[in-house]
Nanobody
């Protein structure tokens, strides 16, 4: 059974930092395209960062480029999202996703991030 469990969300002031984690079981993160998505109230879910299972290459949405960093820990079979210089518009539920060319596609349950003073 595949599980993706996010953690690390919470309330932070503008300009602050948070680190989200996504622990995977039932799949191997180094052989999956792992990504972080977010969904703000009233908005569609959007992808913000991805790390390739093929070569470890990373890509970011323009809205988070330079502030967020996605990383992978193969030994712990998990990925993380370091979020710096957070802004109120970063407030959303953040989701971890795992996909691969073999056809699997799994989501975590999400973790709330609220940026407010």
């Amino acid at each position: 059974q595949v599980q993706l469990v996010e953690s690390g969300g919470g309330l932070v002031q503008p300009g602050g930092s948070l680190r989200l984690s996504c622990a995977a079981s039932g799949i191997t993160v180094s052989r999956s395209d792992m990504s972080w998505w977010r969904q703000a109230p009233g908005k569609e879910r959007e992808i913000i960062a991805i790390i390739s299972g093929a070569d470890g290459q990373t890509n970011y949405a323009d809205s988070v480029k330079g502030r967020f960093t996605i990383s992978r820990d193969n030994a712990q079979n998990m990925i993380s999202l370091q979020m710096n210089n957070l802004k109120p518009e970063d407030t959303a539920v953040y989701y971890c996703r795992a996909r691969w060319v073999t056809g699997f596609d799994y989501w975590g349950q999400g973790t709330q991030v609220t940026v407010s003073s």
